[in-house]
């Protein structure tokens, strides 16, 4: 059974920080692109980062601003959240994207979504 448990999030004022954290268990997590995405009320869910091994990726909104990383150890993923904004605010969820090999050889990904985390930052 698959499950990501998110923690760490709450209220933070502007330009304060926080750090949130994402324990994936169920899955091989060395193999598995593990990203963060939000969902403020009224919006699409978007991507904030993504990390695959030792690369990474960032929405351009918080580029310069928040770090993701990981420690496979652990099967644990972070983002650090520095420099927020209300703009900010959202529910945060952690993604896992697990490869496998379909019968014909092809490499497909399946998405798990943790539970969320509610990020409020006040101006």
């Known amino acids: 059974q698959v499950q990501l448990v998110e923690s760490g999030g709450g209220l933070v004022q502007a330009g304060g920080s926080l750090g949130l954290t994402c324990v994936a268990s169920g899955i091989t997590f060395s193999s598995s692109t593990m990203g963060w995405y939000r969902q403020a009320p009224g919006k699409e869910r978007e991507l904030v980062a993504v990390?695959?091994?030792?690369?990474?990726n960032y929405a351009d909104a918080v580029k310069g601003r928040f770090t993701i990383s990981r420690d496979n150890a652990n099967n644990t993923v972070y983002l650090q959240m520095n420099s927020l904004k209300p703009e900010d605010t959202a529910v945060y969820y952690c993604?896992?994207?697990?490869?496998?090999?379909?019968?014909?050889?092809?490499?497909?990904?399946?998405?798990?979504w943790g539970q969320g985390t509610q990020v409020t930052v006040s101006s």
């Open positions: 990390m695959r091994g030792a690369g990474s």
């Open positions: 993604n896992a994207a697990v490869p496998a090999r379909t019968i014909s050889g092809k490499l497909r990904y399946t998405d798990y």
